[in-house]
């Protein structure tokens, strides 16, 4: 059973830091990009941001580059979004998703993505 599981979200201040991890079951991510959304309350599920299948290639939303970075451990079957500086509209839930995304195509679109985590709250508040 094809599945990813996100991890490491919580509660934090302003300015604090978290990293999250997604973990893959069921099927190898060597051949898979992984994208990163959130979705906060009463709004759309946006686009965070996405690493290539060999981790060579990375996209950010402009509102979150320069703070958040994804990283993959291929051998862990893990990806990583390592948050900081986080800001109370950082606060939503945050989901990793899997798909055969071309990097040099759309890559920022849910629909681009065919599997997707159960999600995981980040809250950033004083």
């Known amino acids: 059973q094809v599945q990813l599981v996100e991890s490491g979200g919580g509660s934090v201040q302003p300015g604090g830091s978290l990293r999250l991890s997604c973990t893959a079951s069921g099927f190898s991510l060597d051949y898979y990009s992984i994208g990163w959304f959130r979705q906060a309350p009463g709004k759309e599920r946006e686009f965070v941001a996405v690493?290539?299948?060999?981790?060579?290639?990375?996209y950010y939303a402009n509102s979150v580059k320069g703070r958040f970075t994804i990283s993959r451990d291929n051998a862990e079957h893990t990806v990583y979004l390592q948050m900081s500086s986080l800001k109370s509209e950082d606060t939503a839930v945050y989901y990793c998703?899997?798909?055969?995304?071309?990097?040099?195509?759309?890559?920022?679109?849910?629909?681009?993505?065919?599997?997707w985590g159960q999600g995981t709250q980040v809250t950033v508040s004083s």
């Open positions: 998703a899997a798909g055969p995304v071309l990097m040099s195509g759309s890559y920022n679109a849910a629909t681009d993505y065919p599997s």
């Open positions: 690493a290539s299948w060999d981790g060579g290639t990375k």
